[in-house]
């Protein structure tokens, strides 16, 4: 079993900046994708931002130039460092991750969310 472990949530004011980040830990054979995403009250879950093992990046248009997405493999970490925050910015922020784990005598791939962290952008 794997665990993604998310920290770096609060509430902060427009403007200022957060930095988001999850831990992998448990039967990791590797990882491929990491990535954010982001879910506000009453609306479809999004992706934020995504980054591959090699260190390339994609972002939603809304966050493009303002959050940076960032990963140390070695620590199985994924983190979002996010500035210029606006209050649309508020949601529920989930950390995802495409995780190769040993199945028998060969490998699967398999797919795993964080529990969860608030971001809050008051006005």
């Known amino acids: 079993q794997v665990q993604l472990v998310e920290s770096g949530g609060g509430l902060v004011q427009a403007g200022g900046s957060l930095r988001l980040s999850c831990a992998a830990s448990g039967s990791v054979f590797s990882i491929n994708a990491m990535g954010w995403y982001r879910q506000a009250p009453g609306k479809q879950r999004e992706l934020v931002a995504a980054?591959?093992?090699?260190?390339?990046?994609n972002y939603a248009d809304s966050v493009k130039g303002r959050f940076t997405v960032s990963r140390d493999n070695a620590k199985n970490t994924v983190y979002l460092q996010m500035n210029s925050l606006k209050p649309e910015d508020t949601a529920v922020y989930y950390c995802n991750a495409d995780v190769v784990q040993v199945e028998g005598w060969g490998l699967g791939e398999h797919d795993y969310w964080g529990q969860g962290t608030q971001v809050t952008v008051s006005s």
């Open positions: 980054i591959t093992s090699g260190g390339s990046a």
